[in-house]
């Protein structure tokens, strides 16, 4: 059963970074594709990027796009989301997850919560103005 783990929330004035990152026992496949969502109180879950573990191709929600940047270091099992130049709109709890059939990192593929099948519990974000 993979297991993964967010790590590196915490609470940030607005235009502050921090680094997430996600930690897997061990990922479905050597190479997964992972991504980040992120849900605010009262709000639908919502993605936020996404990397393939072949050949990259980072995607980002338009909303994060030029602040946020995913990567990923597979000798560590962990996936991280760099996050730059914080708004207090992006108050959330985070999490990752993997798509163990690589639906999200197909080519043109939306980033849907419903292709990821494995999903951390998540670690809380806030940003304050």
């Known amino acids: 059963q993979v297991q993964l783990v967010e790590s590196g929330g915490g609470s940030v004035q607005a235009g502050g970074s921090l680094r997430l990152s996600c930690t897997a026992s061990?990922?479905?496949?050597?190479?997964?594709?992972l991504g980040w969502f992120r849900q605010a109180e009262g709000k639908e879950r919502e993605g936020v990027a996404r990397?393939?573990?072949?050949?990259?191709?980072?995607y980002y929600a338009d909303s994060v796009k030029g602040r946020f940047t995913i990567s990923h270091d597979y000798a560590k099992n962990t996936v991280y989301l760099q996050m730059n130049n914080l708004k207090p709109e992006d108050t959330a709890m985070y999490y990752c997850?993997?798509?163990?059939?690589?639906?999200?990192?197909?080519?043109?593929?939306?980033?849907?919560?419903?292709?990821?099948?494995?999903w951390g519990q998540g670690t809380q974000v806030t940003v304050s103005s």
């Open positions: 990397i393939s573990g072949v050949g990259g191709f980072p």
């Open positions: 997850a993997e798509d163990s059939r690589y639906r999200a990192c197909a080519p043109g593929a939306a980033l849907l919560r419903s292709d990821f099948d494995y």
């Open positions: 061990k990922f479905h496949y050597n190479r997964p594709c």
